[in-house]
């Protein structure tokens, strides 16, 4: 898992478990808790996350015309954090791209943490970039470019629990638009 995803569940998991524990001062019944924790927004019953390989099977050979790199497989869980992560790496000379797959199952802090844009519209035109909503196959999203360290992403958020990230270094904004397209987000919407 790259650095900034794990260090964003970490964070999302600390605040989880943060809140969890000031709510239970040992004397609050189930139906107590249980209505706390539904307030909160963090944990909703019955989702729990598929499986790391189901969401890896959805990983293309190629991006963007680059050869994926990474030999192995990528597996996240912290416990009864209940998430799944997926990742491919495509590289040629000083071209990058990633293709992540985040299943938040009941976390929605998870969900918050990693895409805080969700339910909102951005539009900001800066010197050096921008980053804008748009939707991709029917889903919110949002994408952003950096002239200025030549990065570019696109993150989709389907059925307010999955979270697709495509990123590139040196790649065109448009390449990492053909790839987001050429990615089988429907599938998601039926796990």
Same mark, same amino acid.
């Given at each position: 898992?790259? %650095?900034?995803?794990?260090?964003?569940?970490?964070?999302?998991?600390?605040?989880?478990?943060?809140?969890?524990?000031?709510?239970?001062? *040992? $004397?609050?019944?189930?139906? =107590?808790?249980?209505?706390?924790? *539904?307030?909160?927004?963090?944990?909703?019953? &019955?989702?729990?996350?598929?499986?790391?390989? $189901?969401?890896?099977? %959805?990983?293309?050979?190629?991006?963007?015309?680059?050869?994926?790199? +990474?030999?192995?497989? #990528?597996?996240?869980?912290?416990?009864?954090?209940?998430?799944? /992560?997926?990742? &491919?790496?495509? #590289?040629?000379?000083?071209? /990058?791209?990633?293709?992540?797959?985040?299943?938040?199952?009941?976390?929605?802090?998870?969900?918050?943490?990693?895409?805080?844009?969700?339910?909102?519209?951005?539009?900001?035109?800066?010197?050096? *970039?921008?980053?804008?909503?748009?939707?991709?196959? *029917?889903?919110?999203?949002? =994408?952003?470019? +950096? +002239?200025? #360290?030549?990065?570019?992403?696109?993150?989709?958020?389907?059925?307010?629990?999955?979270?697709?990230?495509?990123?590139?270094?040196?790649?065109?904004?448009?390449?990492?638009?053909?790839?987001? $397209?050429?990615?089988?987000?429907?599938?998601?919407?039926?796990?």
């Amino acid at each position: 898992m790259n %650095l900034r995803l794990l260090s964003i569940v970490l964070f999302a998991f600390l605040g989880t478990t943060f809140f969890a524990c000031q709510g239970n001062s *040992g $004397d609050t019944t189930t139906d =107590e808790t249980e209505a706390q924790e *539904g307030a909160k927004g963090s944990k909703l019953p &019955g989702i729990s996350a598929v499986a790391w390989s $189901d969401l890896q099977a %959805l990983i293309p050979n190629t991006a963007a015309g680059l050869p994926r790199t +990474n030999a192995g497989e #990528d597996k996240s869980d912290l416990g009864d954090l209940g998430f799944s /992560h997926a990742l &491919g790496v495509y #590289d040629q000379g000083d071209r /990058h791209v990633e293709v992540q797959f985040l299943d938040c199952g009941s976390q929605k802090t998870i969900l918050s943490t990693v895409a805080p844009w969700f339910g909102k519209n951005i539009e900001d035109q800066l010197r050096t *970039g921008f980053e804008s909503s748009t939707t991709v196959q *029917g889903f919110p999203a949002i =994408e952003r470019l +950096n +002239n200025v #360290d030549g990065t570019s992403e696109i993150e989709v958020v389907i059925k307010d629990r999955f979270v697709v990230i495509v990123a590139g270094k040196n790649v065109e904004l448009q390449d990492l638009r053909q790839v987001t $397209d050429g990615l089988d987000l429907k599938k998601l919407e039926s796990f």
